[in-house]
């Protein structure tokens, strides 16, 4: 379901950054990232490990480590400046109107406390509720993400549960306050196949109940095909794709997303033995002062002006943008040629 062309985002993120200073010099985990996501809309963030997906999320929920520098020209959620609250104000939000599914709920969830006691202290923290409320709340919320006998396994602790169990758990956990906006880090990563598709569809089913907006970050383009509304395409900490979901996977703009594309196998079109595509060369350093485009070494398509400046966003459509020195009909046509 995604939100009509005039209704506001329940998050808009403009030119926002994350430095993290270093011996060597600053890492520039983020870079001037833009995106907006609306409620009732999945929202999807994909690139390779370490293009700095879990670090914007982090950003956006004020989880950075100490000596990380955010800034940004704009952070707002519900129209509410986020870059500017102080702690408490900033623990008011997170978790009530903003929660987020971690990305391994084995080291997210304490093993030192039950789940139950874990599920209550959330909706216990930013609501008024009793103790029989917030249990009512915790065992509804258990078998509403499939777990059985809700009531005794809120006794159990974290390591009496399979990691499905506890994924889960993640997601009831970020439900006890009914969020307007989720973020989900890689809310399927070391699930086997069966279990990562309960939890898409669960994921899919609770946003389309309770409406919420969602922020999904994944390296999986698979997991991006059957889920996205929009996507936007990181790299080395930056946005160089972003459009629908249809758009980015049958028309892609940006070489590297072409490049993400041709490593991955079609049904129907993949013959049995064939070689995949592959990306040559290594990720850039994000330490120190950068120049031109970041993928120029990598990229097959690099001219005399890619190690330069750096390129701009071309806009082609109201939400349709790539971050490349090749024109508009170069990158289509490119994107219709074979595989790198």
């Known amino acids: 379901m995604t939100a009509g062309p005039d209704q506001l985002p329940i998050l808009d993120v403009e030119d926002l950054s994350v430095d993290i200073p270093l011996a060597e010099g600053d890492l520039h985990a983020v870079c001037r990232v833009s995106f907006t996501v609306h409620r009732g809309e999945t929202f999807c963030l994909v690139g390779e490990s370490g293009c700095g997906k879990s670090i914007t999320a982090l950003a956006i929920m004020d989880l950075l480590?100490?000596?990380?520098?955010?800034?940004?020209?704009?952070?707002?959620?519900?129209?509410?400046?986020?870059?500017?609250?102080?702690?408490?104000?900033?623990?008011?939000?997170?978790?009530?109107?903003?929660?987020?599914?971690?990305?391994?709920?084995?080291?997210?969830?304490?093993?030192?406390?039950?789940?139950?006691?874990?599920?209550?202290?959330?909706?216990?923290?930013?609501?008024?509720?009793?103790?029989?409320?917030?249990?009512?709340?915790?065992?509804?919320?258990?078998?509403?993400?499939?777990?059985?006998?809700?009531?005794?396994?809120?006794?159990?602790?974290?390591?009496?549960?399979?990691?499905?169990?506890?994924?889960?758990?993640?997601?009831?956990?970020?439900?006890?306050?009914?969020?307007?906006?989720?973020?989900?880090?890689?809310?399927?990563?070391?699930?086997?196949?069966?279990?990562?598709?309960?939890?898409?569809?669960?994921?899919?089913?609770?946003q389309q109940e309770f409406n919420m907006g969602m922020i999904l970050i994944t390296h999986d383009l698979g997991v991006v095909a059957r889920v996205a509304d929009r996507v936007a395409v990181m790299y080395a900490g930056r946005i160089i794709e972003t459009g629908t979901a249809r758009e980015v996977f049958e028309t892609p703009l940006h070489p590297y997303t072409q490049g993400l594309l041709d490593c991955v196998p079609v049904p129907g079109k993949t013959k049995r033995g064939e070689h995949l595509g592959s990306i040559p060369g290594i990720v850039p350093t994000l330490i120190g002062s950068q120049s031109g485009c970041s993928f120029h070494n990598r990229c097959q398509y690099a001219m005399a002006d890619c190690g330069g400046d750096e390129p701009q966003p071309q806009t082609l459509l109201p939400g349709r943008s790539y971050r490349c020195f090749l024109n508009t009909a170069t990158c289509r046509e490119n994107a219709n040629r074979e595989p790198l």
Do not use: W
Request: glycine letters at 6%; one cysteine or more; a positive charge.
């Open 65 to 206: 480590p100490l000596r990380a520098k955010r800034t940004a020209k704009k952070l707002e959620f519900r129209g509410k400046e986020l870059t500017g609250l102080k702690y408490r104000q900033m623990a008011d939000i997170r978790g009530d109107r903003v929660a987020m599914i971690f990305q391994e709920p084995m080291t997210s969830l304490n093993p030192t406390y039950t789940i139950g006691n874990q599920l209550m202290e959330a909706i216990q923290r930013h609501r008024q509720v009793t103790q029989t409320q917030a249990r009512d709340r915790a065992v509804f919320l258990l078998e509403k993400v499939g777990i059985t006998a809700a009531d005794s396994r809120l006794g159990y602790y974290p390591h009496q549960l399979s990691g499905g169990l506890r994924q889960r758990v993640m997601i009831a956990m970020a439900l006890m306050c009914e969020p307007e906006l989720i973020i989900a880090d890689e809310p399927t990563t070391a699930l086997d196949v069966t279990i990562q598709a309960q939890i898409l569809h669960l994921l899919a089913q609770l």
